[in-house]
Nanobody, 119 residues
Framework: VQLQASGGGAVQAGGSLRLSCLAS????????MGWYRQVPGKERELVAS???????NYSDSVKGRFTISIDNTKNAGYLEMNSLKPEDTAVYYC??????????????WGEGTLVTVSS
């Protein structure tokens, strides 16, 4: 199974971006997903997560502006980011716990996608 994150780019403050995380390979479903972000010199920070039953959690810094979701019909998860601020600039990573066709649930990480917000 592989995770591919995409959708990053450059945007002005106040703008929006939608990050996608596509799972491919021998999977049955995405159980849970999280989006992290990291800036140089700082630790990776969890900004949003979603679990079974669509239970979501957000960091205080993005609450009310970001929305996380999973669409298992497309083997994908999303992070909708609105009202972006310069401090949202970071490399964003998705991680997911995935149900394998071979049985069992396993964690995976995607490559990062860069989000740059200018003032």
């Amino acid at each position: 199974v592989q995770l591919q994150a995409s959708g990053g780019g450059a945007v002005q403050a106040g703008g929006s971006l939608r990050l996608s995380c596509l799972a491919s390979g021998s999977l049955l479903s995405i159980n849970t997903m999280g989006w992290y972000r990291q800036v140089p010199g700082k630790e990776r920070e969890l900004v949003a997560s979603i679990s079974r039953g669509d239970n979501t959690n957000y960091s205080d810094s993005v609450k009310g502006r970001f929305t996380i979701s999973i669409d298992n019909t497309k083997n994908a998860g999303y992070l909708e980011m609105n009202s972006l601020k310069p401090e949202d600039t970071a490399v964003y990573y998705c991680t997911a716990n995935i149900r394998s066709v071979w049985g069992g649930n396993f964690p995976y990480w995607g490559e990062g996608t860069l989000v740059t917000v200018s003032s």
